[in-house]
């Protein structure tokens, strides 16, 4: 048997045991309640986490998605881009290639309206025309084409041009003054106002001389008739006034004039116009011919016109010497001019087009 303190410290060891032995449970039901809670919480954090990477595999897939969308987008768009640019290039290169090919047909075209109309104006008109629609587009290839037209129209201004707008107002003046010029068969007007008026005076002068004469010889040649006959110095007075009458009248009807053609003098008032018209009608046909460039024409009707003037007018008057001088003007300077080819901008036109 036991000692009473043998069984005293068993029961306290047994107490301390039992107490241990609860304090263990104890923990051990809060450490189950924490792992309880614990794998509540993990679970519900699981869920969430499956629920999260769903929604991050849904998200993805669309992400995916757009991203393939994006890159086919992209794709497309980077197609279209190239496309867009080779037509940018095409259409640049067609305009290119339209611009010299309209300012080949112009220049063409200019040259065989200057070869038929013998002007060099609209060669230079188109010329000048190709000049200006090249520095607009400014594209270094049009650079040698533009140099090119620059030369060609130089050389053109070089050859020169005929003046035809003055050349025809001069025409057209000489034709206007045709009407007034004097003829060689036709009577001075004006000289013979003048030597009427002269003849007046001198009627009315000796007309006062003879009477002064016959007043003063008046009262001897009473006396005379008185002592039995008229006077001498009455009859040498009437004597020298028939005279002049008769003189008078003999210069009214002869007129001596110097005449180099004699077919100018036997020209009639009524060819005389007849004359005036033709000449008109042949100065018109030179002006038809002006126009019209045909200078073997011009000058035909230019000669047949001076003809008439040397043949039939007075080379003495200043109106016939002033026509006959703007008709020799025009015969100089209306002349046929060469009009040179554009061969420089056509070689560049070509080189151009050909892409070297």
């Given at each position: 048997m036991l000692p009473w303190w043998a069984l005293a410290l068993l029961v306290v060891l047994s107490a301390g045991a039992l107490g241990l032995a609860w304090n263990t449970q104890q923990r051990l039901k809060r450490a189950e309640l924490e792992i309880v809670k614990r794998q509540e919480d993990s679970g519900t954090q699981a869920a969430e986490a499956r629920l999260l990477a769903r929604q991050s595999e849904s998200a993805a897939r669309e992400t995916a998605a757009k991203v393939a969308l994006l890159e086919a987008r992209v794709a497309e768009t980077?197609?279209?881009?190239?496309?867009l640019e080779e037509l940018i290039q095409s259409l640049s290169r067609s305009r290119d290639e339209n611009v010299l090919s309209d300012v080949d047909a112009a220049l063409r075209l200019a040259l065989q309206q200057s070869a038929i109309t013998g002007s060099a104006e609209p060669l230079l008109s188109a010329l000048r025309q190709a000049d200006e629609r090249l520095a607009r587009y400014q594209q270094p290839r049009m650079d040698r084409v533009r140099r090119a037209v620059l030369q060609d129209l130089d050389r053109v201004k070089a050859a020169g041009t005929v003046d035809v707008q003055s050349l025809a107002i001069r025409i057209d003046e000489t034709v206007r003054a045709i009407d007034d010029l004097p003829l060689l068969a036709a009577i001075d007007r004006r000289g013979a106002q003048r030597d009427?008026?002269?003849?007046?005076?001198?009627?009315?002068?000796s007309d006062t001389g003879s009477s002064a004469s016959s007043s003063g010889a008046a009262a001897p040649a009473r006396a005379a008739s008185a002592a039995g006959g008229p006077g001498p110095q009455w009859l040498d007075a009437r004597l020298r006034s028939m005279l002049h009458q008769v003189w008078t009248e003999v210069r009214d009807l002869v007129r001596v004039t110097r005449v180099d053609e004699p077919e100018a003098a036997l020209l009639a008032?009524?060819?005389?116009?007849?004359?005036?018209?033709?000449?008109?009608?042949?100065?018109?046909?030179?002006?038809?011919?002006?126009?019209?460039?045909?200078?073997?024409?011009l000058q035909a009707d230019l000669r047949d016109a001076q003809g008439s003037l040397d043949r039939y007018f007075d080379k003495g008057s200043r109106r016939v010497e002033l026509a006959r001088e703007q008709l020799r003007q025009v015969a100089q300077q209306a002349r046929q001019v060469t009009v040179p080819r554009p061969d420089a901008t056509l070689a560049a036109l070509a080189t151009a087009v050909a892409g070297r």
């Open positions: 980077s197609l279209q881009r190239s496309q009427a008026a002269s003849r007046t005076a001198g009627d009315r002068a008032p009524e060819q005389a116009f007849f004359l005036r018209e033709n000449l008109k009608l042949r100065l018109l046909n030179a002006r038809l011919a002006l126009l019209s460039r045909q200078f073997d024409t």
